[in-house]
């Protein structure tokens, strides 16, 4: 840090130094500090993409969502191609809860980079948030052509399925998750609660237990076995 203020007080025009100033006190965690440092290096160089980039993703973590997408939309003015740029407004809309505009925007992050993977997952999500569930289902299976091993993308082509009444085909893409992470014990009580819905309550119960073999402090996977257990005593 010091070498970038001995930097900094040297040339105090330097705009690229205070953007390394405000990256390291980003990583940090000093939310005010950097937004301060990529503020200068904005005001020095209006047009600096990194330095755009940097204060409105600062501002998100300071839960300033309005400003943050204001200043995504002017980083976009300068470089209108930015996937990431498109991405990360589109993560602010969802913080803000216009799902719509989220969706519009993950859509183009997605057309941008065609080979981006979390674009296509988060578009997903939003769809699934908003009720479309089909397009939802072809969101998660487009990411997992790119990546078919993605657990996060099977995990949430899992729920939109069974949000289908897909249970069975639900149940299979949990099960890709534990291939992937077979130390999840969210996926097991994912699991299992599919099962419970598919009426298998043997195999939910064994999918409870497992998950808090995994973790004994899980909470869900402590409620739900409790709850599978009255059933199964009844």
Known sequence: EQAFRDAIRLSPGDAPAHVNLANLLYRRGDWDAAMTAYSEAVRIAP??????????????KKARFDDAVAEFRRLL?????????????ANAYIRRGDFPTAIVEFREAARLDPTDVVSRINLGTALSLEGQTDEA???FHDALRL???HPDAHFNLAEALIEQGK?????????QVLRVRPSDPGAYVAIGRALLRAERLDE????FRQALALDPNHLEAKQALDYALSIQNK
Do not use: C, K, M, W
């Open 47 to 60: 047009r600096d993409q990194g330095a755009r980039l940097g204060l409105a993703r600062t501002l998100v």
């Open 77 to 89: 003015q300068i470089a209108p191609n930015s996937a990431v740029a498109h991405l990360d407004l």
């Open 137 to 139: 289902v072809a969101a």
């Open 147 to 149: 990546d078919p091993n």
């Open 167 to 175: 249970v069975g085909e639900g149940i299979e893409e949990y099960r």
């Open 204 to 207: 939910a119960v064994a999918h």
